[in-house]
């Protein structure tokens, strides 16, 4: 059976798979509500390039307009499973349409390709609750704030514990500059991720998202006192958000308080670029990113990740805190840098 295959749901309205109607799929992404950074059709080009995963970006027509869009990527790896995903490396996904009932026929259209390509699960990554019958999971929350009008009005509106502790890198000297350069960045977000006991994803993956995605990501480097790099983050902007994304830094940065002076600086940066809303993205419940990010005066909010199961008997856990990857974690914690750098790759891909 084709898996692309056009499947028509009216006499006027079908569902056909993105090839080259990307300006389509992405003003419609830009004009619909729930549309996000995520949902752009550049993930496509980058997923295909970098990792080569099968994608399978579906969209609703009537009458030869777009009343719908689920981008869909296969990821398939012996020791992580087998999935259908939107988005993976992404915190949001999902179908977002023009009404529920073409919503729920492209999530249709989406289980019967799981079913086709025997996946182990079908994982929908959507911020809001919806009205279908998947099963739901909701063990991430995602944070965001309004940004102020001023550098003064931003720092006044954190908490006063964490504020102090802005106030206190302010001290310390430290620089920011926004790039698109990887010479710095690449580096850090390695060495954190190998702290963390987490595989890195290669360098040519970061690459691609500044090719495909251009003026609407840059990199934030945060320098000491004698130009040494210390933290970095690469953020993404859509519509009027700013969303601080991959980021990490070295062994001094929390003396240097450096990440907190960096999280500052995007959000004065963003102001200065016209944008209103800071999207500080997903983290565990109750893990440490997600305590040091309710420290900013930011109030969670659950996120809806719903399953369709194939081959898979129970959901997903592919969370660090899982036993069964303790283990791994430790030992991937004690390898040399260059060595995380050249295996995180190789696993990184899977872990979408």
Known sequence: MDVRREVSLSAKTTIKILSDEHKAWDDYVGSHEEGSFFHLSGWQRVVTETYNHPCYFLYAENDSRLVGVLPLVEVKSALFGHALVSTPFCVYGGAISDDEDTKRQLEQRACEIAEELQVDYLELRYRHQQDNNMLLKQAHSTFGCEIAESDEEILANVKKKQRAVIRHSLKNELSAEFTQSLTDFYP?????????????????????????????????????????????????????????????????????????????????????????WYDFGRSKNDSGPYKYKKNWGMTPEPLHYYYHLVNATELPNLSPNNPKYKLFISMWQKLPLRVSQMLGPLLSKYLG
Do not use: W
């Open 188 to 276: 850090l977000l390695s060495e954190s991720y190998r702290n963390l006991g987490t595989p890195i994803f290669s360098e040519k993956y970061f690459a691609s998202l500044i090719k495909h995605f251009g003026e609407q990501l840059d990199i934030c480097v945060i320098k000491d006192s004698q130009g040494n790099p210390s933290n970095a983050v690469m953020n993404f902007y859509f519509k009027d958000q700013v969303l601080p994304y991959y980021g990490g830094g070295n062994d001094g940065a929390r003396a240097l308080k450096s990440a907190d002076f960096m999280y500052y600086q995007v959000l004065c940066h963003a102001r200065e670029k016209g944008f209103s």
